[in-house]
């Protein structure tokens, strides 16, 4: 057996255990000993049943006297109760809704048991204890036992009894780490890190074994990206010459002057593109602090230069916003597309003349090359799309640009050449995490507000402070001002109402109920306006045209609003149940407001009373800039919490590895290392295997 065995040949899974393995991505052995615990819990000392305390978790060996079942006729549930003694006293263990138990405890058998103690009916008893025959290999009792992430039908258990044996009659491995970086950072063996990191015997150990782990984690990505780094600077590219005179005159036309960290982001870019192989950039910047505009100027340079331009969105609101502001802002723009859903598409003339036309039409003037910007989401890399020469590809709010998304891309300009690629991104990430995740891109920031910016003064609103908060914004809404409503979810279902409501007690709002209760009861005289994902996007066109114009006061949301949106009457962000956001989204949010000349408002509305919770929230409240509140963020969840899949197209193993900056810098010496001795791991074919294996898991949207 060897770690590429698919987990359908072992002995004794079968075909329902295994679809539930198959949720957890769990197909090979690799991926089942790779599906590392998150935490252990001590069983490791033996209590004699006389020294036991209610509220203490033990293991104790016990003989069994007897076992019982019984019916809870009241809460239609059983009971097993076995009965148990040991040489110093007697003690109950009670399962609840688990009858086959009582044929899995044998009488005047001893056994361990590990659980907590409980006082049930005013007696102490050990509630659901876990249990194994005295004198054999302990798996689940009398040691440090081991829980993993679970599924419905797979329990830490189930995969205890799977894991054991597997350890124990596999195969030596290989390990992709090459001897002389195992030597010099003094990184302990696979095989025996792999039994460790499983079962073992002091905490220490565990610890030990991790870290382990998460290094060869953290060297596959980086790895990865210098890989990246290299491959990209063998493509080549459009040369994009820099025609100073064109950007001094187009920046004269702007009705603003931009901040000197956008001059600095923008000579990067021109000087990347200037160059024979393509750009791979990161453009980073605070919520508002103009990362459009250089992307703009990025934009007008190529198009002057005779090439076109892809500037996809996220969303198809924020593309119809990119595209309302590429041709508002620089009025003397060339032809530019709108390409969204439905079966037009829109195109922009330069003498300030707009036409919608058909989308096959738009197409066929993109393939010809009378369109030099095409905006649009992501279905400007759909089949029917092509350019006649695309020289530069902007993507928003996505930190890399995929391996498939680039492949696409490629098909439609042919060999000749590939395009430049600048992504942006308004989730400020820091310096360090930066580097490592993103490894293969260069980095530009932003780190200046425009001038005249007012600080977004922000409050956390608990519930007996609901109605001062209402009151405040009836009186902004007076004075002309226009106000966001965040909530978190659409609908809830019955089922989750009963979680939320016995385990939780956070009232969960949902725009459906959020909506009805402000425009009646709340502001009757207000005209409130709603808007969630599974609108239409006419309607949601519709719903923020109207709200942009000033047809409504109010404007109740699900998280659609989080990028991009540009409302600068909006004054009041307003946002339900705050602890069910990440700190990133909410300073998203926050974002929203604060883009016109008058002071703005965030209120934090929350019912939860958890520390970790308001120490989240002030974090918001106080930081300076996204910058500061990424390193409070990072410092507060750690970095495999920080950012996750969505945005960084690096795996969630790869992701939760990075829990150790002070290993960062290791990993990349590393890395930087095998690939100066061997760029191709010819002499490392393990290795090799095993980046080939990370670069398929990287999710690339």
């Given at each position: 057996?060897?770690?590429?065995?698919?987990?359908k040949?072992l002995?004794?899974i079968?075909?329902?255990?295994?679809?539930?393995?198959?949720?957890?991505?769990?197909?090979?052995?690799?991926?089942?000993?790779y599906?590392?615990?998150?935490?252990?819990?001590?069983?490791?000392?033996?209590?004699?049943?006389?020294?036991?305390?209610?509220?203490?978790?033990?293991?104790?060996?016990?003989?069994?006297?007897?076992?019982?079942?019984r019916?809870?006729?009241?809460?239609?549930?059983?009971?097993?109760?076995?009965?148990?003694?040991?040489?110093?006293?007697?003690?109950k263990?009670?399962?609840?809704?688990?009858?086959?138990?009582?044929n899995?405890?044998?009488?005047?058998?001893?056994?361990?048991?590990?659980?907590?103690?409980?006082?049930?009916?005013?007696?102490?008893?050990?509630?659901?204890?876990?249990?194994?025959?005295y004198?054999?290999?302990?798996?689940?009792?009398?040691?440090?036992?081991?829980?993993?992430?679970?599924?419905?039908g797979?329990?830490?258990?189930?995969?205890?009894?799977?894991?054991?044996?597997?350890?124990?009659?596999?195969?030596?491995?290989?390990?992709?780490?090459?001897?002389?970086?195992?030597?010099?950072?003094?990184?302990?063996?696979?095989?025996?890190?792999?039994?460790?990191?499983?079962?073992p015997s002091?905490i220490?150990?565990?610890?030990?074994?991790?870290?382990?782990?998460?290094?060869?984690?953290?060297?596959?990505?980086?790895?990865?990206n210098?890989?990246?780094?290299?491959?990209?600077?063998?493509?080549?590219?459009?040369?994009?010459?820099?025609?100073?005179?064109?950007?001094?005159?187009?920046?004269?036309?702007?009705?603003f002057?931009?901040?000197?960290?956008?001059?600095?982001?923008l000579?990067?870019?021109?000087?990347?593109?200037?160059?024979?192989?393509?750009?791979?950039?990161?453009?980073?910047?605070?919520?508002?602090?103009?990362?459009?505009?250089?992307?703009?100027?990025?934009?007008?340079?190529?198009?002057?230069?005779?090439?076109?331009?892809?500037?996809?969105?996220?969303?198809?609101?924020?593309?119809?916003?990119?595209y309302?502001?590429?041709?508002?802002?620089?009025?003397?723009?060339?032809?530019?597309?709108?390409?969204?859903?439905?079966?037009?598409?829109?195109?922009?003339?330069?003498?300030?003349?707009?036409?919608?036309?058909?989308?096959?039409?738009?197409q066929?003037?993109i393939?010809?090359?009378?369109v030099?910007?095409?905006?649009?989401?992501?279905?400007?890399?759909?089949?029917?799309?092509?350019?006649?020469?695309?020289?530069?590809?902007?993507?928003?709010?996505?930190?890399?640009?995929?391996?498939?998304?680039?492949?696409?891309?490629?098909?439609?300009?042919?060999?000749?050449?590939?395009?430049?690629?600048?992504s942006?991104?308004?989730?400020?990430?820091?310096?360090?995490?930066?580097l490592?995740?993103?490894?293969?891109?260069?980095?530009?920031?932003?780190?200046?507000?425009?001038?005249?910016?007012?600080?977004?003064?922000?409050?956390?609103?608990?519930?007996?402070?609901?109605?001062?908060?209402?009151?405040?914004?009836?009186?902004?809404?007076?004075?002309?001002?226009?106000?966001?409503?965040?909530?978190?979810?659409?609908?809830?279902?019955?089922?989750?109402?009963?979680?939320?409501?016995?385990?939780?007690?956070?009232?969960?709002?949902?725009?459906?109920?959020?909506?009805?209760?402000?425009?009646?009861?709340?502001?009757?005289?207000?005209?409130?306006?709603?808007?969630?994902?599974?609108?239409?996007?006419?309607?949601?066109?519709?719903?923020?045209?109207?709200?942009?114009?000033?047809?409504?006061?109010?404007?109740?949301s699900t998280?659609?609003?989080e990028?991009?949106?540009?409302?600068?009457?909006a004054?009041?962000?307003?946002?339900?149940?705050?602890?069910?956001?990440g700190?990133?989204?909410?300073?998203?949010?926050?974002?929203?407001v604060?883009?016109?000349?008058?002071?703005?408002?965030?209120?934090?509305?929350?019912?939860?009373?958890?520390?970790?919770?308001?120490?989240?929230?002030?974090?918001?409240?106080?930081?300076?800039?996204?910058?500061?509140?990424?390193?409070?963020?990072?410092?507060?969840?750690?970095?495999?919490?920080?950012?996750?899949?969505?945005?960084?197209?690096?795996?969630?193993?790869?992701m939760?590895?990075?829990?150790?900056?002070?290993?960062?810098?290791?990993?990349?010496?590393?890395?930087?290392s095998?690939?100066?001795?061997?760029?191709?791991?010819?002499?490392?074919?393990?290795?090799?295997n095993?980046?080939r294996?990370f670069?398929?898991s990287?999710?690339?949207?």
């Amino acid at each position: 057996m060897t770690l590429d065995t698919k987990v359908k040949e072992l002995y004794g899974i079968g075909p329902k255990f295994l679809d539930r393995l198959n949720k957890l991505h769990i197909n090979t052995v690799r991926d089942l000993l790779y599906h590392f615990p998150f935490r252990y819990d001590d069983f490791s000392t033996t209590s004699l049943i006389a020294d036991v305390a209610p509220g203490q978790t033990v293991t104790i060996c016990a003989t069994i006297e007897k076992v019982n079942l019984r019916h809870s006729f009241k809460k239609k549930m059983t009971i097993v109760e076995a009965f148990l003694h040991d040489e110093t006293g007697l003690i109950k263990a009670i399962w609840f809704n688990q009858p086959y138990i009582k044929n899995a405890l044998m009488p005047q058998k001893q056994f361990n048991f590990s659980g907590k103690i409980n006082l049930y009916q005013g007696e102490m008893t050990l509630s659901n204890p876990m249990y194994e025959p005295y004198g054999g290999v302990n798996k689940h009792t009398g040691r440090l036992v081991p829980i993993y992430p679970e599924t419905r039908g797979i329990t830490s258990k189930g995969i205890r009894y799977i894991v054991k044996p597997l350890i124990e009659n596999l195969a030596e491995i290989t390990d992709p780490i090459p001897d002389f970086v195992l030597d010099k950072y003094n990184i302990p063996d696979i095989n025996e890190s792999l039994r460790v990191i499983h079962y073992p015997s002091s905490i220490e150990e565990a610890l030990v074994a991790r870290r382990r782990f998460a290094f060869e984690e953290m060297l596959m990505l980086s790895l990865f990206n210098l890989k990246r780094k290299i491959n990209m600077s063998r493509e080549q590219a459009l040369s994009i010459p820099l025609d100073v005179e064109f950007i001094k005159e187009t920046l004269k036309k702007l009705p603003f002057t931009i901040t000197q960290a956008q001059k600095r982001s923008l000579f990067e870019i021109f000087q990347d593109m200037e160059k024979s192989h393509p750009m791979n950039r990161l453009l980073q910047g605070d919520v508002g602090s103009g990362k459009t505009i250089v992307a703009t100027l990025a934009a007008l340079q190529v198009v002057k230069a005779r090439a076109q331009v892809a500037f996809m969105a996220p969303t198809e609101i924020l593309a119809r916003q990119h595209y309302a502001t590429l041709t508002s802002l620089i009025p003397n723009i060339k032809k530019v597309g709108l390409v969204v859903g439905g079966l037009k598409g829109k195109i922009f003339f330069e003498k300030e003349v707009e036409s919608e036309i058909g989308k096959k039409e738009l197409q066929n003037k993109i393939k010809l090359g009378d369109v030099s910007i095409v905006v649009g989401t992501h279905a400007l890399i759909q089949k029917d799309i092509s350019f006649k020469n695309l020289g530069l590809v902007i993507i928003d709010e996505q930190h890399r640009f995929g391996v498939e998304q680039r492949a696409e891309l490629l098909k439609k300009v042919g060999k000749k050449h590939v395009p430049h690629f600048l992504s942006m991104s308004a989730t400020p990430i820091p310096r360090t995490l930066t580097l490592t995740v993103f490894g293969d891109l260069n980095l530009s920031v932003i780190d200046e507000l425009p001038q005249g910016r007012k600080k977004i003064e922000t409050f956390i609103i608990a519930p007996d402070n609901r109605n001062k908060a209402y009151q405040f914004i009836k009186e902004q809404v007076n004075e002309g001002r226009q106000v966001f409503v965040i909530c978190p979810r659409i609908e809830i279902s019955e089922s989750e109402m009963e979680t939320e409501n016995a385990f939780n007690r956070v009232e969960l709002k949902n725009v459906k109920e959020e909506f009805d209760k402000l425009s009646k009861k709340i502001f009757p005289d207000l005209k409130v306006l709603s808007l969630h994902g599974k609108m239409k996007p006419k309607e949601k066109e519709e719903v923020m045209k109207n709200f942009k114009d000033g047809k409504a006061d109010i404007l109740v949301s699900t998280s659609v609003v989080e990028v991009g949106v540009d409302i600068p009457n909006a004054t009041i962000m307003m946002i339900e149940s705050a602890d069910r956001f990440g700190l990133s989204q909410l300073y998203q949010f926050r974002g929203r407001v604060g883009r016109g000349e008058h002071q703005s408002y965030c209120f934090l509305f929350t019912e939860s009373d958890s520390k970790l919770t308001l120490q989240r929230l002030e974090a918001l409240k106080n930081a300076k800039n996204g910058f500061e509140l990424a390193e409070k963020d990072l410092e507060i969840r750690g970095p495999g919490q920080f950012i996750g899949k969505r945005q960084t197209g690096v795996p969630d193993t790869a992701m939760k590895s990075l829990t150790n900056l002070s290993v960062i810098k290791d990993v990349r010496d590393a890395a930087i290392s095998i690939l100066k001795e061997d760029p191709d791991l010819k002499k490392y074919e393990t290795l090799k295997n095993r980046l080939r294996d990370f670069e398929k898991s990287v999710h690339e949207e």
